[in-house]
Protein backbone atom coordinates (compact mmCIF):
# COMPACT_ATOMS: atom_id res chain seq x y z
CA UNK A 1 0.00 0.00 0.00
CA UNK A 2 1.24 3.74 -0.90
CA UNK A 3 2.52 5.06 2.27
CA UNK A 4 0.64 8.46 1.53
CA UNK A 5 -2.57 6.86 0.79
CA UNK A 6 -2.41 5.40 4.40
CA UNK A 7 -1.23 8.74 6.01
CA UNK A 8 -4.77 10.09 5.03
CA UNK A 9 -6.93 7.56 5.85
CA UNK A 10 -7.20 8.39 9.42
CA UNK A 11 -8.72 11.38 10.11
CA UNK A 12 -8.75 11.84 13.63
CA UNK A 13 -10.19 9.93 16.69
CA UNK A 14 -13.63 9.89 18.11
CA UNK A 15 -13.38 10.82 21.82
CA UNK A 16 -16.24 10.27 23.94
CA UNK A 17 -17.56 8.37 26.67
CA UNK A 18 -18.17 5.39 25.14
CA UNK A 19 -14.98 5.42 23.32
CA UNK A 20 -12.93 5.74 26.25
CA UNK A 21 -15.20 2.72 28.09
CA UNK A 22 -14.43 0.60 25.07
CA UNK A 23 -10.43 0.95 25.08
CA UNK A 24 -10.13 0.61 28.67
CA UNK A 25 -12.21 -2.65 28.51
CA UNK A 26 -11.17 -4.32 25.09
CA UNK A 27 -8.20 -2.76 23.73
CA UNK A 28 -10.31 -1.07 21.01
CA UNK A 29 -9.75 2.71 19.77
CA UNK A 30 -12.27 4.33 17.31
CA UNK A 31 -11.11 6.47 14.51
CA UNK A 32 -13.17 8.42 12.09
CA UNK A 33 -11.25 7.25 8.38
CA UNK A 34 -12.15 7.86 4.66
CA UNK A 35 -15.13 6.79 3.69
CA UNK A 36 -13.27 4.95 0.92
CA UNK A 37 -11.02 3.24 3.10
CA UNK A 38 -11.22 -0.35 3.19
CA UNK A 39 -9.84 -2.65 6.68
CA UNK A 40 -6.78 -3.40 5.41
CA UNK A 41 -5.68 0.33 4.85
CA UNK A 42 -7.12 1.31 8.22
CA UNK A 43 -5.37 -1.78 9.62
CA UNK A 44 -1.65 -0.40 8.28
CA UNK A 45 -2.60 3.06 9.01
CA UNK A 46 -3.07 2.72 12.34
CA UNK A 47 0.19 0.14 12.59
CA UNK A 48 2.30 3.03 10.46
CA UNK A 49 1.16 6.04 12.27
CA UNK A 50 1.23 4.67 16.16
CA UNK A 51 3.70 1.72 15.34
CA UNK A 52 1.52 -0.50 17.72
CA UNK A 53 0.26 -4.34 16.40
CA UNK A 54 -3.39 -4.46 15.26
CA UNK A 55 -5.10 -7.50 15.90
CA UNK A 56 -8.89 -6.49 14.36
CA UNK A 57 -10.67 -3.95 12.24
CA UNK A 58 -14.42 -3.64 12.67
CA UNK A 59 -15.81 -0.56 10.62
CA UNK A 60 -19.50 0.98 10.59
CA UNK A 61 -21.10 3.64 7.91
CA UNK A 62 -22.63 6.60 9.34
CA UNK A 63 -25.68 8.07 8.59
CA UNK A 64 -25.28 12.15 8.80
CA UNK A 65 -28.33 13.47 10.79
CA UNK A 66 -30.80 15.85 9.87
CA UNK A 67 -30.77 19.44 11.07
CA UNK A 68 -32.78 22.07 10.97
CA UNK A 69 -31.69 25.31 10.13
CA UNK A 70 -34.61 27.95 11.30
CA UNK A 71 -36.85 27.02 8.38
CA UNK A 72 -34.95 25.02 6.29
CA UNK A 73 -33.94 21.07 7.17
CA UNK A 74 -30.33 20.65 6.10
CA UNK A 75 -28.00 17.13 6.63
CA UNK A 76 -24.86 16.61 7.66
CA UNK A 77 -22.60 14.49 5.94
CA UNK A 78 -22.45 10.65 6.03
CA UNK A 79 -19.01 9.32 7.52
CA UNK A 80 -17.19 5.90 8.42
CA UNK A 81 -15.65 5.07 11.64
CA UNK A 82 -13.36 2.12 12.47
CA UNK A 83 -13.29 0.10 15.76
CA UNK A 84 -9.55 -0.83 15.84
CA UNK A 85 -8.80 -3.83 18.48
CA UNK A 86 -5.03 -3.75 19.01
CA UNK A 87 -2.55 -6.98 20.13
CA UNK A 88 -2.25 -7.98 24.20
CA UNK A 89 0.30 -5.57 25.22
CA UNK A 90 0.17 -2.68 22.68
CA UNK A 91 -1.61 0.60 23.69
CA UNK A 92 -2.37 4.03 21.56
CA UNK A 93 -1.39 7.22 24.15
CA UNK A 94 -2.51 9.54 22.10
CA UNK A 95 -0.51 12.44 23.66
CA UNK A 96 3.07 11.13 23.00
CA UNK A 97 2.44 10.19 19.28
CA UNK A 98 4.95 11.11 16.78
Known amino acids: MN ?8 V ?3 VSEKGSRIADRNRQYIFRVLEDAS ?3 IRGAVELMFRV ?3 GVQVANMRGKMKRFGQTYGKRPNWKKAYVTL ?3 HDINFTDAE
Open 3 to 10: EARLMKVL
Open 12 to 14: GPV
Open 39 to 41: KPE
Open 53 to 55: KVQ
Open 87 to 89: EPG
